[in-house]
């Protein structure tokens, strides 16, 4: 009876090798176009495509050693009829090969059940990030950029959304996202009336920090704006600054944010620095 093990070992390897030519000679038949390189893999260049196909080729070679084990362990078995120790060593390499083949098909499985995506070794598709430029607009209901220049349009429509008053005549092209920030974080803290009396026009001091370049804002000292912004739980004093003139003005900063709000004798000059 042990010399059928043989004969059944011999069949089953063959009926695999005979499907796996013919389903071979099937797709060479349909037209398939074979791309040579590493056999069982396609040809690719970049450092992620060797990996696969190395990855794939290795995977090709285990199952057709394991195969081979087979048939050469059936080979051995058959011929072995009538000798105990032989076909008892032939055993043992076929069921060796077939745990092999067996193990290989499991892990894959696992794989495939944990992640498909495991299976498949290939670099995460990179989505473009579209973000405003030096002068553009924020558009598309993203993030507002803090260092964008805003149209006049856009950060009137902001400062009003906020509720902040803007006198008549002001220019706000240019102003920078983050000063408009500013004055709508203030006036949210606040809770009281803030007007905007001056921006980005006007005749102005020159300077990186300056009017002319966005970063800076003025705001009417009224008393209310004047009470929360010379209170110390809100801002603190940091010194003063020499006017041209020889003034000498009070510098106040939010500890939160960083703006310098001088206290100028009839307005707050709100300085944004770089964001």
């Not at 070679?61 to 080979?75: I, Q």
């Not at 964008?148 to 429509?157: D, G, K, R, T």
Request: charged share 10%; proline share 5%.
């Amino acid at each position: 009876m042990d010399y059928r093990v043989g004969y059944v070992s011999l069949f089953v390897s063959f009926a695999l090798m005979g499907y796996v030519a013919l389903s071979a000679a099937s797709a060479l038949a349909q037209g398939t176009t074979v791309t040579p390189g590493i056999p069982g893999s396609q040809s690719q260049t970049s450092p992620v495509g060797l990996i696969v196909n190395f990855y794939e080729f290795a995977l090709m070679v285990g199952g057709l050693l394991a195969f081979g084990g087979v048939v050469y362990g059936a080979v051995k078995y058959t011929l072995a009829a009538g000798n105990p120790s032989g076909q008892t060593d032939a055993r043992d390499q076929i069921t060796q090969a077939l745990i092999g083949l067996l193990l290989l098909v499991s892990i894959y499985i696992i794989l495939n059940f944990v992640n498909p995506d495991l299976t498949h070794l290939r670099l995460p598709t990179l989505q473009r990030i579209a973000a405003p430029v030096e002068g553009g607009t924020p558009t598309g209901g993203g993030a507002l950029i803090p260092g964008v220049q805003l149209p006049h349009e856009n950060a009137m429509e902001q400062l009003q959304s906020a509720g902040i008053t803007i006198a008549s005549g002001i220019n706000l092209a240019g102003v920078r996202q983050a000063t408009i920030n500013e004055a709508i974080q203030l006036r949210a803290q606040c809770n009281c009336n803030v007007t905007v009396n001056s921006a980005t026009g006007g005749v102005h001091e020159t300077g990186r920090y300056s009017h002319a370049n966005g970063y800076k804002i003025d705001l009417d000292d009224t008393s209310a704006l004047n009470a929360y912004i010379l209170n110390p739980n809100n801002f603190r004093r940091i010194g003063v600054r020499t006017e041209r003139d020889g003034t000498r003005v009070p510098l106040y900063q939010r500890p939160s944010g960083g703006a310098i709000y001088a206290q100028e004798s009839t307005h707050w000059d709100v300085t944004v620095g770089p964001r």
